[in-house]
């Protein structure tokens, strides 16, 4: 199957420029798809706000790439232990190394889930 993902050809200024459309606000992105995501800072990082990436498991992706935002940060546990739970490795780093280390692992055809605060 023909992969579609997004590149981020930008971050800054509160949004990205994906694939060369700038989207305004934070960014979670899934099965090669782009989504708004309603988190503005780490303070917003819940499960909830991981549901789609939580509830599609394995099948979704390798693993939860998360962008913390200006300064990578622990992401609260509850969200650790329910990505693990799903079967989902984590990797958290700042946005800015998040969105180049994406864009380096779809380049090689990894399937990586994404959910980046905007800086």
Known sequence: MARDAPSIDAYGQGGFRLSGVW???SVLILDDEARDW???DVSALTVD???AVIGAGPRGAEFLLLGMGLRNALPPREVREAVRAAGLGLEFMDTPSAARTYNVLTSEGRRVAA???AV
């Open 49 to 51: 706000s991981l549901s």
């Open 115 to 117: 959910a980046l605060i």
């Open 23 to 25: 989207r305004a606000g």
């Open 38 to 40: 309603p988190v503005a």
